[in-house]
């Protein structure tokens, strides 16, 4: 069993950064994709940035340039946000899955409880 618990959320002003982490627990080595979704108030969930153990990386269309998506050697995965703007305000999602082919299907078995990332204007 894989248990995920995010950290980082908060307020911030448009344009300013918040760095996002998941925490990995359990058997951590079993999971080979790893990804970063969200979801705002009656909206659906989206993915914002997803990351296989070899690194590839894919990252939605509103996240491109500004966020970006990085593991370290210990299993936690970070989620670098720059320049925010009010519509990114979330709750934001941490998901992972032991096949790679999750950061293209959006079929994840793991999920964590989510963190508020809040951007004012």
């Known amino acids: 069993q894989v248990q995920l618990v995010e950290s980082g959320g908060g307020l911030v002003q448009a344009g300013g950064s918040l760095t996002l982490a998941c925490a990995y627990s359990?058997?951590?080595?079993?999971?080979?994709?790893r990804s970063w979704y969200r979801q705002a108030p009656v909206q659906q969930r989206e993915l914002v940035a997803a990351?296989?153990?070899?690194?590839?990386t894919r990252y939605a269309e509103f996240a491109e340039g500004r966020f970006s998506i990085s593991r370290d050697h210990k299993n936690t995965v970070y989620l670098y946000m720059n320049n925010l703007r009010p519509e990114d305000t979330a709750v934001y999602y941490c998901?992972?899955?032991?096949?790679?082919?999750?950061?293209?299907?959006?079929?994840?078995?793991?999920w964590g409880q989510g963190t508020q990332v809040t951007v004012d204007s």
């Open positions: 990351i296989t153990n070899d690194g590839r």
């Open positions: 359990g058997n951590p080595y079993l999971i080979n994709s």
């Open positions: 998901a992972a899955d032991v096949l790679s082919d999750a950061v293209y299907t959006g079929e994840y078995d793991y």
